[in-house]
């Protein structure tokens, strides 16, 4: 068994915003990280949690307007994961 | 490309989730003084996209993310501008119609680079910053789906 910390990291943290969290009825989740070598991508998070409600049926793609940031920094869908990594949905822009 | 002063651009990103005036935004960042400076101030309209009266604009966004995103875009627009500072005060939470939503103020030596690299700021942030508006009328919310042209 690993330390503490480390089983912590062993996760990756979904987060959802504005009208995405709404239609998921969660705003967070925290998901065991794959072991064995299988690698984890936010597109794969997307298909695994069951986001899309009529999923395209080319993997790896998202929606047309719903970006992807890893980490605070916006990111490619099929950037390769790594475990304590936070992922967050982000459906179209509106500010300013 | 390096800033025409020589020196890092001071940049200000301000997220309140209370209203706030503007102009006193303003007079606390204008210090010292620059040969010019280039402002814009977004208010909330009174209206919905379909025209019906607005209660109220509610603002999410990712918080950590939308400093990050508002750091960047700011640091970047200031130094392809060669601008001296800059501030960005966008409001968070519910809004009312009238109350200002958005803040861009540059300032640089000429006219040019502060108007240029406010009007380029402004859009990049509508963007690329991670704010969403939610319209309340008639007691429901309505996420808005795109941004009002330019």
């Known amino acids: 068994m690993n330390s503490q910390g480390a089983t912590v990291a062993a996760k990756v943290h979904v987060r959802l915003f504005a009208a995405l969290r709404e239609r998921a009825g969660w705003a967070e989740?925290?998901?065991?990280?794959?072991?064995?070598?299988?690698?984890?991508?936010?597109?794969?998070?997307?298909?695994?949690?069951?986001?899309?409600?009529?999923?395209?049926?080319e993997t790896g793609h998202l929606p047309a307007g719903i970006r992807v940031a890893v980490n605070h920094a916006f990111a490619a869908p099929d950037t390769p994961l790594a475990p304590g990594d936070e992922v967050a949905f982000l459906p179209p822009i509106t500010g300013g | 490309m390096a800033p025409a002063t020589g020196s890092t651009p001071r940049i200000d990103i301000r997220l309140p989730g209370e209203p706030f005036e503007p102009l006193t935004e303003l007079a606390g960042w204008q210090r010292p003084h620059a040969a010019a400076e280039g402002h814009f101030i977004g208010r909330v309209r009174p209206a919905t996209a379909t025209g019906a009266p607005l209660e109220a604009l509610e603002l999410e966004h990712y918080p950590g993310m939308t400093e990050a995103q508002l750091q960047a875009l700011a640091s970047a627009c200031a130094a392809r501008h060669g601008a001296e500072a800059v501030l960005v005060t966008h409001r968070v939470g519910r809004i009312l119609p009238g109350e200002a939503i958005v803040l861009v103020a540059v300032a640089a030596d000429r006219r040019g680079p502060a108007l240029r690299c406010v009007a380029e700021l402004l859009e990049e942030l509508k963007h690329h910053a991670p704010f969403w508006k939610r319209e309340w009328s008639g007691g429901t919310g309505t996420w808005v789906g795109g941004n009002t042209p330019l």
């Open chain 1, 29 to 57: 989740r925290s998901l065991s990280f794959p072991s064995g070598g299988v690698e984890q991508t936010p597109a794969g998070l997307w298909r695994q949690l069951g986001l899309d409600p009529s999923p395209p049926a």
